[in-house]
């Protein structure tokens, strides 16, 4: 890496064995700070581009705590239409309840959280705030399960109120997709990472989404989503 690093400096910034006027050596030396500039940016991307995939990588895995298994001990409510009591039945196993993906904003950081459906048919997934963990009617957020008839790339947003900064991005996939290239209906682009089927992230607040393109592993667009008329 360091060697590479070096070189990459050399190709920046050459060595002028010249020295000319006076008015010379500060023009190049202009210029060489510039370079530096910019050999700065590339090395800081070559940096902490791994460093955020290495967060996620992290996080995914990490046993969820116990008020967001309570969150998929409840995940589905009914009516019983012969008493009309409310019945919550339990499609999650709470207790494989399990950090998926997180990231990190200004209002602190953003988790999706996953559990395996108890038939094994599916996986069923939260997505919330760490600060609104703690809240005392429990954890605040947004949460659903999949199913077999889920289209390729299954997206929704949703807007809280306590964090007007973002609007949240999350949801499923059904194929082999590991990355999202995500189109607001602005012009903007942004790239999502894909863990356990599932995707998460946080936009500009009022985003709406215009295209959503599925990439494999190799790059190739394997399935596409666009908005309903």
Request: some cysteine; glycine content about 8%; hydrophobic content about 40%.
């Amino acid at each position: 890496m360091t060697d590479y690093l070096n070189h990459l400096l050399d190709e920046l910034v050459p060595v002028e064995r010249d020295a000319g006027s006076w008015s010379d050596v500060l023009d190049r030396a202009r210029r060489s700070r510039r370079r530096y500039a910019v050999a700065v940016a590339v090395v800081a991307a070559l940096v902490l581009a791994p460093a955020a995939w290495a967060a996620v990588s992290a996080f995914e895995g990490t046993p969820a705590p116990q008020v967001i298994q309570q969150n998929f001990s409840y995940h589905r409510v009914t009516i019983n239409p012969w008493t009309g009591n409310i019945v919550n039945e339990t499609d999650a196993d709470a207790s494989k309840a399990h950090g998926v993906l997180q990231l990190q904003t200004s209002d602190g950081p953003l988790d999706l959280w996953a559990a395996p459906e108890t038939d094994g048919s599916g996986t069923c997934w939260f997505a919330g705030w760490e600060s609104d963990i703690g809240a005392h009617y429990g954890a605040i957020g947004t949460g659903s399960c999949t199913t077999s008839n889920d289209a390729a790339i299954d997206p929704r947003t949703y807007n809280d109120a306590s964090h007007p900064a973002y609007t949240v991005l999350v949801g499923s996939v059904t194929g082999s997709e590991t990355t999202l290239d995500v189109t607001l209906t602005d012009g903007s682009t942004t790239t999502l990472p894909i863990a356990e089927h599932l995707f998460l992230g946080a936009l500009p607040p009022g985003s709406q989404l215009a295209s959503i393109t599925g990439r494999d592993t190799a790059g190739n667009i394997v399935a596409s989503w666009t908005p309903s008329p």
